[in-house]
C-alpha cells in the first residue's frame, strides 16, 4: 500500500460544485501539503500544515479551503470549482529533515476535471 | 514570475550515453536544491539534493552539480536506462529542510534504446 494515498484519483465535476480531495498518510510525518500541477507551470503549493493545529496558505491559495483532521489526514476543498481549478493535485508530506534529505513524499495525485 | 526555470521541456538520448538535465533560478535566497522525478500516474519522487555548500553532489549515475555564481545546476545522468524515461523536475528551497519548494516546470527525458 501506498504510504501517501489520495482519493479520489480521478473526478469530474461541475461548475459550481463543492468538492473534497482527501490525503492520508502512513508515514507518520507531522507537515502535509498540497500541490497543483498545471502544464507547462510545474508544481505550485496550495496549502501546507506543520501539525494539528498549523495551517498555512501557500501560493496559489483563493479558492481553496483545508482540514487538517489529524496527523495522518489532510483534506482540500473547492467550495465551488470552476473550470480554471482543473489540474492535478499532489498531496505530500515531510518529516521536517529529522532525518533524510528534507524531501517531499508525495501521493500519486488526483485528476480533477471542472467542467 | 518563474523563479526556477527548466528551459527544455523535452530531451531525448541513447541508452547509454549521459543525459544532461538543465535548472536555472533567479531567487538568490534559495539555498538548497534538489530533483524529482516522475513518472504517468505516480507522485514525483525525490531523487537527489545538493546544499549550497557544495558544488557537487553524487549518487550512483545520478550526479547535481551546482553553480552558485551563475545560478545554474544540472543533473547528469551516466549512463542512461530506459527506466530513466520519466519528467524531471528541479526544485528549490531557502534553506535544508525548509519543504516549501518552488518548482520549475519539467523536462521530459526520453532514453532512446
Known amino acids: 500500500d501506498a504510504d501517501v494515498t489520495q482519493t479520489p484519483r480521478n473526478r469530474i465535476t461541475k461548475t459550481g460544485k463543492r468538492i473534497m480531495l482527501e490525503c492520508s498518510q502512513t508515514k507518520g510525518h507531522d507537515r502535509m501539503y498540497w500541490y497543483r500541477q498545471d502544464p507547462g507551470l510545474g508544481l505550485q503549493l496550495i496549502y501546507y500544515?506543520?501539525?494539528?493545529?498549523?495551517?498555512n496558505k501557500g501560493e496559489i491559495s483563493d479558492g481553496y479551503s483545508v482540514s487538517r483532521q489529524a496527523q495522518a489526514k489532510f483534506s482540500l476543498s473547492l467550495e465551488s470549482a470552476i473550470p480554471n481549478q482543473t489540474a492535478l493535485y499532489f498531496c505530500?508530506?515531510?518529516?521536517?529533515?529529522?532525518?533524510?534529505?528534507?524531501?517531499?513524499?508525495f501521493g500519486e495525485g488526483s485528476r480533477l476535471t471542472v467542467l | 514570475d518563474q523563479q526556477v526555470k527548466q528551459n527544455s521541456p523535452s530531451l531525448s538520448v541513447q541508452e547509454g550515453r549521459i543525459s544532461i538535465l538543465n535548472c536555472d533560478y533567479t531567487?538568490?535566497?534559495?539555498?538548497?536544491f534538489l530533483w524529482y522525478k516522475k513518472y504517468p500516474a505516480e507522485g514525483p519522487t525525490f531523487l537527489i539534493s545538493?546544499?549550497?555548500?557544495?558544488d557537487k553532489n553524487e549518487d550512483g549515475r545520478f550526479t547535481v552539480f551546482l553553480n552558485k555564481s551563475a545560478k545554474h545546476l544540472s543533473l547528469h545522468i551516466v549512463p542512461s536506462q530506459p527506466g530513466d524515461s520519466a519528467v524531471y523536475f528541479c526544485?528549490?528551497?531557502?534553506?535544508?529542510?525548509?519543504?516549501?519548494?518552488?518548482f520549475g516546470t519539467g523536462t521530459r527525458l526520453t532514453i532512446i534504446p
Open positions: 505530500a508530506t515531510s518529516d521536517g529533515a529529522r532525518t533524510g534529505s528534507g524531501e517531499l513524499f
Open positions: 526544485a528549490a528551497s531557502p534553506n535544508f529542510g525548509n519543504e516549501k519548494l518552488t
Open positions: 545538493i546544499s549550497s555548500i557544495k
Open positions: 531567487n538568490s535566497m534559495f539555498d538548497y
Open positions: 500544515s506543520f501539525d494539528v493545529k498549523d495551517i
